[in-house]
């Protein structure tokens, strides 16, 4: 899909060319990293677009837009982040968690940049403090890490006999081994085992699900990962032709049909990374700017997958569920 086109479907937010000639020194260009493609997390590009549009900025008409994806390959992050440097952006949005964000902090000590990660920015070293980060970066920060004791509480609810639960970690997150004794902890406490299996971009999703009952592994608890989400309709595909219960980190697996989700609200998220670029276009300095924690969790339930899986929800899930998918 042609750049143009691609932005005119989300949500009528603007159908203006993306970028702008490179000799209109009035419009400042974003430069845009990810490690997957925008292309495959819509809903979140729209919802930046919309925190942008708040802050005063529409694509196009006053601000352009540089998008560097890389692909789901962590590695290429660097290169990407130094090819925006070098075009002199004015604020780099580094998106789609701490490899990003790394990636566009080792590239430039000068051009502000706004993050959104799933991990605690302060002991990733991304900031000095939450409060007044300190240094470049600034973003948000959606502790998804921080819940997975929680999302372990739920898998033991949902599957009170399953003992063996597998952790299915994307290989380059680095975030995953400094969380996963805090895992284990949570895990021990429910009288739960955790087998942790790591995928990367080369990794055939097939196999992880074909290996998960020689195992013994009971239930799926997959972790935060730009990766898996662009992968999410293969992943709740999976979990049904191989009858796991699995539950995922936010609402977009449980719309194609995965069976239990529970995380904080990606959307507000993204929007709120939208204005703080638009606040430091206006001026604003990164250091002074504090790193927003998102507070909102949802837990959503798809009772379709689960009666195809043959699994009753118990009712103490049901009725703290924010949404039910009938």
Sequence with gaps: MRRREFIAVLGGLSTLPLAAPAQQPSMPTIGYLSLTSPEERPTLL??????????????????????????????????????????????????????????????????????????????????????????????????????????????????????????????GNPTVARTASDMQAAASANGQRLLMLKADTGTNLETVFASLKPQGVNALLVTTSPYFEGRRTELAAL?????????????????????????????????????????VLKGEKPANLPVVQATKSELIVNLKTAKALGLDVPTSILLRADEVIE
């Design 46 to 171: 729209a919802a930046f677009l919309r925190g942008l549009e708040l802050a005063g900025y529409v694509v196009g008409r006053n601000v352009a837009i540089e998008y560097r994806s890389a692909a789901g390959n962590p590695e290429g992050l660097p290169a990407l982040a130094a090819e925006l440097v070098s075009m002199r952006v004015a604020v780099i949005a580094s998106t789609g968690g701490e490899a990003s964000a790394r990636a566009a902090e080792d590239a430039t000590t000068q051009i502000p940049i706004v993050f959104t990660v799933g991990s605690d920015p302060v002991q990733a070293g991304l900031v000095a403090a939450m409060n007044r980060p300190g240094g470049n970066a600034t973003g948000v920060s959606l502790l998804a890490y921080e819940i997975d004791g929680k999302r372990l509480q739920l898998l033991h609810e949902l599957v009170p006999q399953g003992l063996t639960i597998g952790v299915l970690a994307f290989a």
């Design 239 to 279: 979990a049904q032709r191989y009858a796991v219960p699995v539950l995922y980190p936010w609402r977009d697996y449980t719309a194609v049909g995965g069976l239990i989700s529970y995380g904080t609200t990606f959307t507000e998220s993204y929007q709120q990374a939208g204005l703080y670029v638009g606040r």
